[in-house]
């Protein structure tokens, strides 16, 4: 159990530090290039971390580092950016917030992880506490902008559970680098046709450009590709909750924000949907359940253990070996 709290803890810097984008970006990055700032977050971090592995991808590695690279960065980042400029972020956040249920389904198809009683509680819950603590009554609801976020949501999904069923036949950094620089390749066509060149960089820019793309990319993106290793694609997607809560604790702390009472008890509602979907928590729940009613041996038949075994795919590559 103690290895998978620190798994746990390690998947968290990924969501935490994609919350805090929302404080840095606002604060000193220019709002008219959203594309060039994607591209400046994942290609200097994909290229810094392969220049450290000295790994480049093998055999199917190749299609699959494009793959994962547009699915989860490229194109996500891209939808991110289209569901931006039509809907309020409150709108795509709490959209983006059913990722832990699509990632349960595609899941279940896909590397036959069945959905439990206790990840879709608490899926549900988390969903409850967002909108709680997002939901403010004002904008209004565009249907591209919707169908944006939905996409880049089912997107990502789709892109992290291939990250994990991919996983065992490659090493955990040169996979992540092949990943960012991938992903980062594929924006800069997008950024030269809707935002023409990249605009020179200032030294305050290029210090928050330097945080996005060290720690809330490429360090960002190694803890939550151990995640996807380590623990159940469920756990890991409901983790991911803690991006909105931490955006809106850093909006109190550094701006002056004021929560209200709706809002506590929202952020109070992820954290207890975030806890009852994972392995601890709830073999703490069948423990207390099975010395109150004896006759009853399980309560939740998840695969609580720590690394479960990976369904190979068909078409599985030899592992790489990791570099010296």
């Given at each position: 159990m103690e290895n998978?709290?620190?798994?746990?803890?390690?998947?968290?810097?990924?969501?935490?530090?994609?919350?805090?984008?929302?404080?840095?970006?606002?604060?000193?990055?220019?709002?008219?290039?959203?594309?060039?700032?994607?591209?400046?977050?994942?290609?200097?971090?994909?290229?810094?971390?392969?220049?450290?592995?000295?790994?480049?991808?093998?055999?199917?590695?190749?299609?699959?580092?494009?793959?994962?690279?547009?699915?989860?960065?490229?194109?996500?980042?891209?939808?991110?950016?289209?569901?931006?400029?039509?809907?309020?972020?409150?709108?795509?956040?709490?959209?983006?917030?059913?990722?832990?249920?699509?990632?349960?389904?595609?899941?279940?198809?896909?590397?036959?992880?069945?959905?439990?009683?206790?990840?879709l509680v608490g899926?549900?819950?988390?969903?409850?506490?967002?909108?709680?603590?997002?939901?403010?009554?004002?904008?209004?609801?565009?249907?591209?902008?919707?169908?944006?976020?939905?996409?880049?949501?089912?997107?990502?999904?789709?892109?992290?559970?291939?990250?994990?069923?991919?996983?065992?036949?490659?090493?955990?950094?040169?996979?992540?680098?092949?990943?960012?620089?991938?992903?980062?390749?594929?924006?800069?066509?997008?950024?030269?046709?809707?935002?023409?060149?990249?605009?020179?960089?200032?030294?305050?820019?290029?210090?928050?450009?330097?945080?996005?793309?060290?720690?809330?990319?490429?360090?960002?993106?190694?803890?939550?590709?151990?995640?996807?290793?380590?623990?159940?694609?469920?756990?890991?997607?409901?983790?991911?909750?803690?991006?909105?809560?931490?955006?809106?604790?850093?909006?109190?702390?550094?701006?002056?924000?004021?929560?209200?009472?709706?809002?506590?008890?929202?952020?109070?509602?992820?954290?207890?949907?975030?806890?009852?979907?994972?392995?601890?928590?709830?073999?703490?729940?069948?423990?207390?359940?099975?010395?109150?009613?004896?006759?009853?041996?399980?309560?939740?038949?998840?695969?609580?253990?720590?690394?479960?075994?990976?369904?190979?795919?068909?078409?599985?590559?030899?592992?790489?070996?990791?570099?010296?």
């Amino acid at each position: 159990m103690e290895n998978i709290w620190r798994w746990m803890l390690i998947t968290a810097i990924a969501p935490i530090a994609w919350g805090s984008t929302y404080v840095v970006t606002s604060t000193w990055l220019p709002a008219d290039s959203p594309l060039w700032g994607a591209v400046w977050r994942a290609l200097p971090a994909g290229l810094l971390l392969l220049l450290i592995v000295r790994v480049l991808p093998r055999g199917v590695w190749w299609w699959r580092s494009l793959v994962l690279g547009v699915l989860n960065i490229g194109a996500f980042f891209v939808l991110i950016y289209v569901a931006a400029q039509l809907l309020p972020s409150s709108i795509a956040s709490m959209i983006m917030a059913m990722a832990p249920i699509a990632m349960m389904l595609v899941a279940w198809g896909v590397i036959r992880e069945k959905p439990q009683l206790f990840s879709l509680v608490g899926a549900g819950l988390g969903f409850a506490g967002v909108v709680a603590l997002l939901a403010t009554g004002a904008g209004s609801v565009n249907a591209g902008g919707v169908l944006a976020s939905l996409a880049a949501m089912l997107m990502s999904s789709v892109g992290f559970i291939f990250t994990k069923r991919w996983s065992g036949s490659a090493p955990l950094l040169p996979m992540t680098a092949w990943q960012l620089t991938a992903g980062g390749l594929a924006i800069v066509p997008v950024a030269f046709l809707v935002e023409g060149a990249p605009a020179p960089v200032t030294a305050s820019e290029f210090g928050a450009f330097a945080y996005l793309s060290l720690v809330a990319t490429l360090a960002a993106f190694v803890g939550w590709n151990m995640g996807l290793r380590k623990l159940p694609a469920a756990a890991v997607g409901l983790i991911g909750l803690l991006n909105p809560v931490t955006g809106v604790l850093l909006g109190v702390a550094v701006a002056g924000e004021t929560l209200t009472a709706l809002q506590y008890g929202g952020i109070a509602l992820v954290f207890a949907g975030i806890l009852i979907g994972q392995a601890p928590v709830r073999a703490a729940v069948a423990s207390a359940v099975r010395r109150v009613l004896p006759g009853r041996r399980r309560v939740d038949r998840g695969a609580d253990v720590l690394d479960q075994p990976r369904v190979p795919a068909r078409d599985e590559a030899p592992a790489l070996q990791d570099a010296a």
